[in-house]
């Protein structure tokens, strides 16, 4: 098992920037892909961004692509969401996600789930 807590979120003007954060603990020994999904009201939750387990391979849905930047600290057991240029649209709470092994790409790929954290943009 693992638990992941985010944090980072907030209230931004459009064009404005955010960094979320998700922090892992429990069983972080094991290898998990990591990724960020988000859900607006009344719409499914979507797939934002993930990453590998080194780190080394990253993916983004293209509504974010060039925009938003996923890292993550394997020392620090730390998910990183950098958002920036962000726009009335990417409004919604955003999730942590942990899949063994393999980077999350989808809802039901996720093996773990945060609590969420609220973004709001206005225009």
């Known amino acids: 098992q693992v638990q992941l807590v985010e944090s980072g979120g907030g209230l931004v003007q459009a064009g404005g920037s955010l960094r979320l954060f998700c922090v892992a603990s429990g069983r972080t020994a094991s290898p998990y892909g990591m990724g960020w999904f988000r859900q607006a009201p009344g719409k499914e939750r979507e797939f934002v961004a993930a990453?590998?387990?080194?780190?080394?391979?990253?993916y983004y849905t293209d509504s974010v692509k060039g925009r938003f930047t996923i890292s993550r600290d394997n020392a620090k057991n730390t998910l990183y969401l950098q958002m920036m240029s962000l726009r009335p649209e990417d409004t919604a709470v955003y999730y942590c996600?942990?899949?063994?092994?393999?980077?999350?790409?989808?809802?039901?790929?996720?093996?773990?789930w945060g609590q969420g954290t609220q973004v709001t943009v206005s225009s």
């Open positions: 996600a942990a899949r063994n092994f393999i980077a999350p790409i989808s809802a039901n790929e996720v093996d773990y």
């Open positions: 990453i590998s387990r080194s780190g080394s391979g990253t």
